[in-house]
């Protein structure tokens, strides 16, 4: 079955310490994205990626690291330079189209609780 | 800044009732207006999309409401379930030729079908 693989699906991770998320897509998809869910705020767009070796900041960047070494896969790392890691992840994939022809497809989520 | 506004946070509705989730955007160079359905421990799921020139579309009990003057949309529920539970976000995609696809989410809102 096609479809996004996150992991883990909870971490926990003691302060000061970078923590890095996985997500594996072989929905053949070329954009991939790192959303941030916390109650209340909805989905916060942190990475995305339109192609391999190339990826922009979202709107709230800060204190997180992404990498594109291959398509099928976009790693995001939670450096110690985040204030207030504890969230939820969550992971993307599009056809990176034009808008109206990309519709994502959601991983199922990594939790992420700094103790 | 939260470039798409929702409401309400949280609604509750009887069984065979309608839900009304509202959404207010800024910016006008958004030209892709999703809706996404999350449940609990879950990744959001496409439930209905439009383009802003199309004033209505409806599938199934799911209908989307498009004011591009207003800059405003909703989602109408018709004949709420108790599958329906879920917590549904709006959203808005700009697409830049050079980074891809940018979709910004709404807060959420979360909707119970009381039986």
């Known amino acids: 079955d096609g479809g996004i693989t996150q992991s883990p699906k909870y971490l926990f991770r003691k302060e000061g310490q970078n923590v890095t998320l996985s997500c594996e897509q072989n929905l053949n998809h070329d954009a991939m994205y790192w959303y941030r869910q916390d109650p209340g705020q909805g989905l916060r767009l942190i990475y995305y990626s339109q192609i391999v070796n190339d990826f922009q900041k979202g709107d709230i960047a800060e204190g997180y690291s992404v990498s594109r070494e291959k398509k099928e896969s976009f790693p995001l790392t939670v450096t110690s330079a985040q204030k207030n890691p504890t969230a939820f992840y969550l992971c993307?994939?599009?056809?990176?189209?034009?808008?109206?022809?990309?519709?994502?497809?959601f991983g199922a989520g990594s939790r992420l609780t700094v103790l | 800044q939260q470039q798409v506004k929702q409401s309400p946070q949280s609604l509750i509705v009887q069984k065979g009732g309608i839900s009304i989730i509202n959404c207010a955007y800024e910016n006008t160079a958004f030209d892709y207006f999703p809706w996404y359905q999350q449940f609990p421990g879950k990744g959001p799921a496409l439930l209905i999309a439009?383009?802003?020139?199309?004033s209505e579309k409806k599938e199934g009990r799911f209908t989307i409401s498009f004011n591009k003057s207003a800059k405003q949309f909703s989602l109408h529920i018709m004949d709420s379930q108790p599958g329906d539970s879920a917590t549904y976000f709006c959203a808005a995609s700009i697409w830049f030729k050079a980074a891809g696809n940018k979709l910004t989410f709404g807060g959420g809102t979360r909707v119970l079908v009381k039986p």
């Open positions: 993307a994939s599009g056809t990176g189209g034009a808008s109206g022809a990309n519709v994502l497809t």
């Open positions: 439009i383009r802003p020139d199309v």
